[in-house]
């Protein structure tokens, strides 16, 4: 699997938009960028997924660089409950291998 | 409403003293897995299974076991639990096809002293 390389803290303005950057440089052709969250020990969340196109759907974006290397997770609108540890995952096939995501913060 | 279950979500229990941390999911998902969250290590699978009957240890399988007689149920089975065993224990699941997300519990923290 590619490694992933996230920032381990960011904190967000509540009402602005969270942009949570992810390193890549190893993803190979057929590997997806999946992206999770866990809210304070609870069970981790499915956000988005992409492979190559820029994806939005009702929680967030994800825009892939050209090269694949890069993927960055945007939050349109950061409100308290989007507070959490969000990782950037590299996958082809089933198995989830999570690292130490980003604790993002948004304060009111 | 789409979810997976466990139970119980809290346990304390001694050394050596067998238990089953059950999982279900009302998803008709083939794949269901299991992990364990320890501080500074994140996520770890322990086991997972492709559909009814199929298991496959995965990362850190040592002292558990798994079942998979049910689509919808896979527990896990701490024949004899240690304290390096206490974590926070998370049941996911997902359908078939590599791209569907998956879905977890809300976990279960055990401790074992």
């Known amino acids: 699997d590619a490694k992933t390389t996230q920032p381990p803290s960011m904190d967000c303005a509540e009402g602005r938009a969270a942009n949570l950057p992810c390193n890549h440089s190893t993803i190979s052709g057929n590997e997806y960028v999946y992206w999770y969250r866990q809210i304070h020990s609870q069970g981790p969340q499915y956000i988005i997924h992409?492979?190559?196109n820029n994806e939005t759907n009702e929680m967030a974006s994800l825009i892939i660089t050209e090269d694949r290397k890069s993927s960055t997770l945007i939050l349109p609108h950061a409100t308290l409950r989007d507070t959490a540890v969000y990782y950037c995952i590299v996958r082809v096939g089933y198995k989830l291998s999570f690292g130490a995501g980003t604790t993002v913060t948004v304060r009111a | 409403e789409a979810q997976v279950t466990q139970n119980p979500r809290y346990l304390i229990t001694v050394t050596g003293k067998k238990l089953t941390v059950t999982c279900s999911q009302n998803?008709?998902?083939?794949?269901m897995s299991w992990y364990r969250q320890d501080p500074g290590l994140g996520l770890r699978q322990i086991y997972y299974?492709?559909?009814?009957?199929?298991?496959d240890k995965g990362d850190v399988p040592e002292g558990y076991k798994v079942s998979r007689k049910e689509k919808r149920n896979f527990p896990l089975i701490l024949e004899s639990p240690s304290p390096n065993q206490t974590s926070l224990y998370f049941c996911?699941?997902?359908?078939?096809?590599?791209?569907?997300?998956?879905?977890f519990g809300p976990g279960t923290r055990l401790t074992v002293t």
């Open positions: 998803m008709n998902h083939e794949y």
């Open positions: 299974s492709m559909n009814v009957e199929v298991t």
């Open positions: 996911a699941s997902k359908g078939a096809g590599a791209l569907i997300k998956q879905y």
């Open positions: 992409g492979l190559k």
